[in-house]
């Protein structure tokens, strides 16, 4: 599953066309990521809402949760990263890189040496969470 912010050229903050603001002194960037997160959130397993009393077919007992809520699920997510800083903060949240022709000019190399960088230090970011978590830290 891929999730993204979305194309800022296609339409003019097209957020608010569902009803989404940044917020007090926030940017779309970080609406972005603090959806994203609460997506992660979801898929943890954890149950969140109150279930029917009157269901259409029979809900487990307790908070009603994603389903599946299985580490399968949560290992496939892949995040649209527009940006250098977002193909890191993507490997830190443990997500697939999902970069396309809609990447910002960060220099003014080549479109080809901007991607290649991204995906260069979006799998150091990846390693270096992987190296601290396999050390216990978080």
């Known amino acids: 599953m891929g999730i993204s912010r979305g194309s800022p050229e296609q339409v003019i903050d097209g957020w608010r066309y569902f009803g989404y603001e940044a917020g007090e002194g926030k940017t ?66 443990r997500m697939n890189l999902q970069s396309s022709t809609l990447k910002d000019d960060e220099s003014d190399k080549p479109f080809h040496i901007q991607q290649a960088e991204q995906i260069r230090l979006y799998k150091e970011a990846w390693k270096k969470r992987a190296i601290k978590e396999n050390q216990g830290y978080q």
């Not at 580490?71 to 903060?89: E, F, M, P, V, Y």
């Open 28 to 93: 779309d960037i970080d609406m972005g990521r603090e959806k994203g997160l609460l997506f992660l959130e979801k898929l943890s397993g954890t149950g969140f809402a109150q279930p029917n009393p009157n269901p259409m077919f029979p809900n487990p007992p307790g908070l009603l949760r994603l389903e599946p809520h299985s580490k399968g699920l949560r290992d496939r997510i892949w995040w649209g990263a527009g940006s250098n800083a977002t193909a890191i903060w993507a490997a830190e949240q």
